[in-house]
């Protein structure tokens, strides 16, 4: 079953613009990760933000956590081209940390 | 340092067919899962080892699925006999440590199935 639900589920920006993508998800979490999927590719871990943390930036990536909303959200800015790829967030939860996947934003940058 | 390597990355089979993929994961990493992504969808854990053991497989159809990491290292899935609804990418990864933490996981390029 997913846990978490991407918002959009497609996104087509022109190249420089940034994205923002939001994650929401039903239950408690440990901690909450975005991963990028290129076409035919494995996933890409990204960035993990724990669940006693609010923000969190790398490189042209910024994380938000709300948990009182059960949500956040992944902006990129100065998008380029190379950033087309499907986005999903996946909530760890539990003793063991299980990864929980959301069904993904499609993002697509264009020249 | 090679990352998770999986085979085949295509499979096409007629349904009832057996079917089978190989993971070799990351050296040194302990952990390994297996993940099904359907079209359109994010992954779903389908079996978790810890080094040989199988900690979680509440996921997998044990009635026609199978798996194995003999030695606690690479790892086989078995679907016998596939059906249809089989079709998917069958995505492995590995992790360093063991439950209880968080370890990042490393994930493979995938198996992309097509049962006709």
């Known amino acids: 079953s997913q846990q978490g639900e991407e918002d959009p589920q497609a996104l087509s920006i022109q190249e420089g613009e940034n994205a923002t993508m939001n994650c929401s998800y039903k239950t408690s979490i440990n901690n909450l990760q975005w991963y990028r999927q290129n076409s035919g590719r494995g996933l890409v871990h990204l960035i993990l933000i724990r669940s006693n943390e609010r923000e969190k930036h790398s490189g042209r990536l910024r994380v938000t956590l709300d948990t009182s909303k059960k949500s956040s959200s992944l902006l990129i800015t100065a998008s380029r081209a190379a950033d087309t790829a499907s986005y999903f967030c996946?909530?760890?939860?539990?003793?063991?940390?299980?990864?929980?996947f959301g069904k993904g934003t499609l993002l697509t940058v264009n020249p | 340092e090679a990352g998770v390597v999986q085979s085949p990355r295509y499979k096409i089979i007629e349904k009832k067919q057996p079917v089978a993929f190989w993971c070799n994961p990351i050296s040194g990493h302990n952990t390994l899962y297996w993940y099904r992504q359907n079209l359109g969808q994010g992954p779903e854990l389908l079996i978790r080892?810890?080094?040989?053991?199988?900690?979680?497989d509440s996921q997998l159809p044990k009635d026609r699925f199978s798996a194995e990491r003999l030695k606690g290292v690479d790892s086989t899935l078995k679907i016998q006999p596939a059906e249809l609804g089989d079709s998917a990418v069958y995505l492995c990864a590995s992790s360093s440590g063991l439950a209880g933490s968080y370890n990042e996981q490393f994930f493979g390029p995938g198996t992309r199935l097509t049962v006709l």
């Open positions: 996946a909530t760890a939860a539990g003793s063991n940390y299980k990864l929980t």
């Open positions: 080892y810890e080094n040989e053991e199988a900690v979680d």
